[in-house]
């Protein structure tokens, strides 16, 4: 088979489970469930043979079935993943050894590094299974390889992934996926607060550095928020750690959605947030943050608009519109807020 590839997989599990009642081995020996929240099961399996396949991290089974439990790209139908639409793989390359799989689709959006990737670190923890190496995804950001070293993960643990990347492991051990779970909030905050919450700031996050999602009528934002006592920053422009503690001081936070709102993780119960959104794009994972914290929130739907670099282009993606705030009505929220 060596240059001619292998053969895409031809089926899958939906489940890690399914595949694990399936190996031959003992459940136990390839299946270590871990108690953290009794509606979503948390597990790291332990795949004799595994492969994992491209910068996502898609799982293959040694039956050569897609593990669709660990490996969901964004869509909902498993039949639809992108490795149904090879016609072949390149020749995996053997790995010994315990090698685990961290990276997965959207891996390098702080959000969903954050609430999705770390876990798994977590997890394994509790598992105490040995690990030689960490794949990851290709090209990591800064506070990737400082969240990994605060974990005690460091750079020569780490096996890059790629489009092309196709490697069997002698274990591959695959933790179950954050998903956003409660959970996954308290131990980020036991991991990476440092310093008790005192709310006292109020803060306005551009995304004037970010791609898309920026409001168009900014100065205006801006002026309106200074004039209440608003300044405006720029998490991507910090550390991890030092965001943690920026929005441990904040007592107040407007922005519009987007990951750098992950930070409200690390805000105290007292924090008031108004998240602005284009009618286009509304997501609830920042909602759900405030809720695990007692966070009281709000929310202003804008007028959403294609930024100009995308017009006329095949395909967009509606995350990206820009957002305009009625002025007036932001005012009136503030109100509501108590500003």
Same mark, same amino acid.
Request: charged share 20%; aromatic share 12%; hydrophobic share 40%.
């Given at each position: *088979?060596?240059? !001619? ?15 694990? !009642?399936?190996?031959?081995? %003992? ?7 871990? !108690? ?93 299974? /040995? ?19 605060? *974990? ?14 196709? *490697?069997? %492991?002698?274990?591959?051990?695959? /933790? ?43 100065? =205006?934002?801006? !002026? ?5 006592? #608003? ?15 920026? #929005?441990? =001081? ?26 602005? #959104? ?28 294609? /930024? /100009?670099?995308? =017009? ?28």
């Amino acid at each position: *088979m060596i240059g !001619a590839g292998v053969s895409r997989p031809l089926d899958y599990y939906f489940w890690m489970k399914d595949w694990a !009642a399936n190996s031959g081995y %003992a459940l136990s020996d390839v299946y270590c469930p871990i !108690a953290l929240d009794a509606q979503f099961n948390a597990f790291v399996a332990a795949i004799p043979g595994g492969r994992v396949y491209g910068d996502d991290g898609t799982v293959i089974s040694p039956d050569n079935c897609l593990i669709w439990e660990v490996s969901y790209d964004w869509g909902n139908d498993p039949k639809k993943h992108p490795i149904f639409l090879q016609n072949n793989l390149p020749p995996p390359a053997y790995v010994p050894g315990n090698i685990v799989v961290l990276t997965k689709v959207g891996a390098s959006n702080f959000y969903h590094w954050m609430y999705d990737v770390l876990p798994r670190i977590y997890l394994l923890a509790c598992s105490r299974l /040995p690990v030689d190496k960490y794949v990851v995804s290709k090209d990591l950001q800064p506070f990737q390889f400082e969240t990994l070293r605060a *974990m005690g993960i460091s750079e020569d643990q780490l096996i890059h992934s790629g489009n092309d990347f196709h *490697m069997e %492991a002698e274990r591959l051990i695959v /933790p179950s996926i954050g998903f956003g779970q409660k959970w996954v909030y308290h131990f980020l905050r036991s991991e990476f607060l440092s310093v008790e919450p005192r709310p006292t700031r109020k803060l306005y996050v551009s995304r004037t550095q970010s791609i898309g999602r920026t409001l168009t009528n900014e100065a =205006e934002v801006v !002026a309106i928020l200074q004039s209440l006592g #608003f300044e405006t920053v720029y998490p991507e422009q910090h550390s991890v750690s030092e965001q943690a503690k920026l #929005f441990s =001081e904040a007592a107040y936070v407007i922005a519009p959605t987007g990951s750098a709102l992950t930070n409200l993780t690390f805000s105290s119960h007292q924090t008031k947030v108004l998240e602005l #959104f284009s009618p286009n794009f509304i997501v609830h994972d920042i909602k759900r943050i405030c809720g695990y914290g007692g966070l009281e929130h709000h929310s202003l739907m804008g007028v959403g608009s294609r /930024p /100009p670099k995308y =017009e006329g282009i095949p395909w967009y993606w509606y995350g990206l519109d820009d957002i305009t705030v009625s002025t007036s009505e932001l005012i009136a929220v503030c109100k509501q807020m108590g500003l």
